[in-house]
């Protein structure tokens, strides 16, 4: 291969074939860098020694494809590129073919900052460069990893179809019109939640499967319509069996794919805890900071908005910060659904700055009472705004002051979730998991008495602050999966059409299961240190949805809308003309 040649092959002659990365004409010698998957290899073209190849050289472009023969020779000590894996050798050039030539590239491969659109476009070019090179085949060594783990494990792997029935993750479903059945259509499986819980009833024990799962979202930066994961399930689940079985596949998976020793077991914090130190259900501790508590000694507070407030919590950032920095600070808070930001600010002396100070009594000051060069930046709203207010300060702050190790990688699972939470537009009760979601043993048998405070078996494993993915004990039996249901406002008619199927196995001798799913896109972001999630994945769609290179979704014929019996409305918000 191209990125093989080393000293000690000097004098065998050797066929080396790939794309032309690079050519240089000195009117005499040519060079040609030819490049491969494995590397680059110098090509040397002399017109003397190989006429031929020479008058063939001279009309190569970049990207061409093409096979050289000739002998491999020690480079000259002044020409050595210590940069080159290879660059202390170069083929001394025979004969030359050009296998495939390319037109004038819309884009080189290493120009830099080349608009992504464009790169989508060409992905076949992209791709080829070193980058996604990279990104791709490390994804594919981590997939081979998981799969050998998991089936040492004892995990089978069984595929469950994509054309299916809406299985609610809290997306919306992408729909597919069943020609067969007029006016009938399949869902594309969020996740093979359902079906991976009737492999179980089916007494398959120990399911896995790489699957695809299908997200209409609204697209952020990080989301993507396809996404694929590690899917598992267990019969008679062992969170200790679940856990450890995770954790050896990490540990191999950073091994083998970046030489670093994870250590295990992960550490463990339930949701209460995560939100309470770091306001947030997927904590980043790679650094401290945490939130601390006023709540309690700010009660009767002169100051209003302290006295009033459901919580009053804080974080006390080791540093004097300016007017300029808590202006922004401020923004980032609003951003967040605070009202303000209150503050002290304690300067080299140890003197305290801040508007509210006088309001506060000598026991607030005390309790808050600073470092010289330190600030306490505050929020008081209810415990969820506070929460979400700081959690996201403390972020932004993380960044902001160099505070993360950037090197760490800090794996922890958040346990014990809320089984639900309450969508106040809707004015009714959603499950955070899904709604197949199990309540810890002590919430079992009451969790619809209060449900704002039931817990759930569940749980969720993070890195640097980055959920790669979640999971849960299932209810098994079927009178509680039906009150889970009627708590979520299903209807025992709309349970019948919509898991009339998942009820019926429940009672046909289900065993007790449980699971997780880790998303393999995310965690190939994590492990290639790689901020684009689209760079993670060969053929990604745009933010839009939309492939650049095929133009898919596209048009169908009329004659493909007549057969599925479809007439297309005008597209939303415009007026039939
Ligand atoms: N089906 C869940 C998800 O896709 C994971 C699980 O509960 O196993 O998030």
Not at 59 to 71: C, I, M, P, Y
Not at 185 to 213: E, H, N, W
Not at 252 to 274: D, K, V
Not at 406 to 428: C, I, K, N, Q, S
Request: hydrophobic share 40%; with cysteine; aromatic share 8%.
């Amino acid at each position: 291969m191209c990125g093989d040649a080393r000293p000690e092959h000097v004098g065998e002659t050797m066929t080396l074939a790939g794309w032309a990365a690079r050519r240089r004409d000195h009117g005499g010698l040519v060079f040609v860098d030819l490049r491969d998957r494995s590397g680059v290899t110098q090509l040397v073209i002399n017109p003397e020694l190989a006429p031929e190849a020479a008058e063939l050289a001279h009309s190569v472009r970049n990207e061409f494809v093409l096979r050289a023969e000739g002998d491999l020779v020690a480079r000259s000590p002044e020409t050595v590129n210590p940069n080159m894996a290879t660059g202390e050798v170069e083929l001394q050039v025979r004969s030359l073919e050009i296998v495939s030539r390319s037109t004038p590239l819309p884009f080189q491969l290493d120009e830099e900052n080349v608009d992504e659109t464009l790169r989508l476009r060409y992905r076949w070019l992209d791709l080829r460069r070193d980058k996604l090179q990279r990104n791709i085949r490390l994804r594919a060594q981590m997939v081979g990893i998981i799969r050998r783990e998991m089936e040492a494990a004892g995990f089978l792997d069984i595929q469950t179809p994509i054309l299916f029935k809406p299985t609610p993750e809290g997306a919306r479903d992408f729909v597919v019109p069943a020609r067969l059945q007029p006016g009938r259509f399949y869902a594309l499986p969020q996740s093979p939640q359902i079906l991976k819980q009737l492999t179980m009833v089916a007494g398959f024990d120990r399911y896995y499967q790489i699957a695809i799962c299908f997200r209409d979202e609204d697209l952020r930066a990080d989301r993507v319509q396809e996404i694929t994961q590690l899917d598992v399930e267990m019969s008679f689940p062992d969170q200790e069996f679940l856990f450890q079985t995770m954790e050896r596949m990490y540990a191999r998976i950073w091994r083998e794919c970046l030489g670093i020793e994870i250590e295990t077991p992960f550490p463990r914090m339930t949701f209460a805890e995560a939100d309470r130190r770091f306001g947030s259900d997927k904590p980043d501790t790679r650094f401290g900071l945490e939130l601390e508590d006023a709540t309690e000694a700010t009660r009767g507070s002169a100051f209003g908005v302290f006295a009033g407030a459901e919580a009053v919590r804080f974080l006390r950032v080791p540093q004097e910060l300016s007017r300029g920095d808590l202006a922004k600070l401020e923004e980032v808070a609003k951003e967040w659904g605070a009202k303000g930001l209150a503050y002290l600010v304690y300067d080299a002396e140890g003197e305290v700055r801040s508007p509210i100070a006088k309001f506060l009594s000598e026991r607030e000051l005390e309790r808050f009472a600073g470092e010289p060069s330190s600030t306490v930046l505050f929020a008081a709203d209810t415990w969820a705004t506070t929460s979400r207010v700081l959690g996201a300060l403390r972020l932004h702050l993380g960044r902001e002051l160099g505070l993360i190790d950037e090197a760490a990688f800090t794996f922890l699972w958040v346990t014990d979730f809320p089984m639900f939470e309450r969508d106040e537009d809707e004015g009714r009760w959603t499950a955070v998991h899904h709604p197949f979601t199990r309540p810890t043993d002590a919430w079992k048998d009451r969790f619809h008495e209060d449900p704002a405070n039931a817990l759930a078996h569940a749980y969720d494993l993070i890195v640097n602050g980055n959920e790669l993915g979640g999971g849960s004990f299932r209810i098994h039996e079927p009178e509680i999966q039906a009150r889970v249901f009627d708590l979520l406002g299903l209807g025992p008619e709309e349970q019948r059409t919509k898991f009339g199927f998942l009820l019926d196995a429940l009672a046909m001798g289900a065993p007790p299961h449980g699971g997780i799913a880790l998303g393999i896109d995310r965690m190939t972001m994590v492990l290639a240190g790689e901020p684009n999630l689209r760079d993670v994945i060969a053929f990604p769609k745009n933010q839009a949805g939309v492939d650049p290179m095929s133009g898919a979704p596209s048009e169908v014929t009329p004659q493909q809308l007549d057969e599925l019996g479809i007439r297309l409305a005008p597209p939303p918000g415009r007026t039939p003309s």
